[in-house]
């Protein structure tokens, strides 16, 4: 176990020290860190003390084109006391980009079964998720897992209650068996995956890809919780999905491959869940805009495709960056 002195890691309270011990192999934890500032901190800070890695754990941070104070909070943790090693770039390339650094980074220093964490910036792992997201890689034959996101929205506005009902949606899905990575918080065996298309508008459908093409699983671990925030307003919510959109779109007309949630053959089991989570008028209002939105998002991202528009580089949402804890986090 690694104790330091509170005053070596910002944002840590009094009374707590970093705990790195644990059960597994070496791991290391890959963070894409664009103009977070409202939250990589705390998830530095989760990582260092809430989930109990083992001792040799790397955290890898690339922070790519920042403009606020990113790189100046990361560089505060990185260096000979902390575990975390930040890969600075001036010039921001999109998310595809900065994964290829850290699958490099990894594969160079680690070995060949050493899992490697994906962790949005912006989001937070409950306590102990990490390690359960882990569990199922004693299997040889599992290539991949993925956890369970929760967004903390305020599910009293319409555009919150739509949020709810995606991830619950998805959720419901991968509870089913038909599992499709997030990359919220997943975990996978790097050298299944030594690099992807930097043009990618979506990375992790593509990363899926990879590892079921080399026969290996995707498993669902439903109690490796992540909080994070979604879109607390239409024009943002619309925008989010129709990038998703054309990801997926765009690595089904490249390889034929299609991830569970957008495989139309599954929008019955989809519709039926939305009607058996109970159809108060709240809820049916919701689930009619629900469709709406994710309608003219195909739509739009069809479109997109077609004149060569791949938002390889994410717009940024404001309303998804503010994960402060509260009643709805931990």
Known sequence: MIELAMNEVPGIAHGETLQMVGSHSKISIGICAYNEEENIHKLLQNLLTKQRLFQDTKIIVDCSGSTDRTLEIVKRYSGSRFPVKLIFEEKRRGKAHALNKIFKETNLGCGDDDPLVLVNGDDLPEPGSIDRLLQPF??????????????????????????????????????????????????????????????????????????RQKGYRVVYVPDAIVKMKGPDNLRELFNQRRRICVGHAQIKALTGFAVSTFDVRNLPFLLSESIRMGLTTKKLSSLIIAALVETVARLSAYFDLFKGKIPYMWERLPSTKNLSPGKNAF
């Open 138 to 211: 004693r299997d040889p034959a599992v290539g991949a897992t993925t956890g369970h996101p929760v967004p903390i929205n305020n599910s009293e506005d319409i555009c919150s209650s739509i949020v709810h009902l995606i991830w619950d949606l998805h959720h419901r899905m991968n509870s089913r068996g038909d599992v499709k990575m997030s990359g919220e918080l997943c975990a996978i065996r790097p050298e299944l995956v030594k690099g992807i298309p930097v043009n990618l508008a979506t990375d992790e459908p593509y990363i899926e890809m990879m590892i």
